[in-house]
């Protein structure tokens, strides 16, 4: 749900709530990960990223 939440906000142009929303869920995972200073189009991206990221994570768990 946080990378929804991030998508529809940095798309909605509340950069500062979509970078909090990824935030939230990348921290719980990675102490060291620090809150993104990504904007724009930039920001899509790493959020598109993450999502990209964790959905092959969930597959190679399914195999």
Known sequence: MYLIE???KA?????AGA????????STRDAS???????????????RLTENEL????LHSLI
């Not at 798309?11 to 950069?15: C, D, F, K």
């Not at 970078?19 to 990348?26: E, H, K, M, S, V």
């Open 19 to 26: 970078r909090q929303a990824l935030f939230q869920l990348i």
């Open 33 to 47: 990960y620090t809150l993104s200073t990504n904007s724009g189009q930039n920001l899509i991206e790493e959020i």
């Open 6 to 8: 991030a998508e529809a």
């Open 55 to 58: 959905g092959e994570k969930v």
């Open 11 to 15: 798309l909605a142009g509340n950069e």
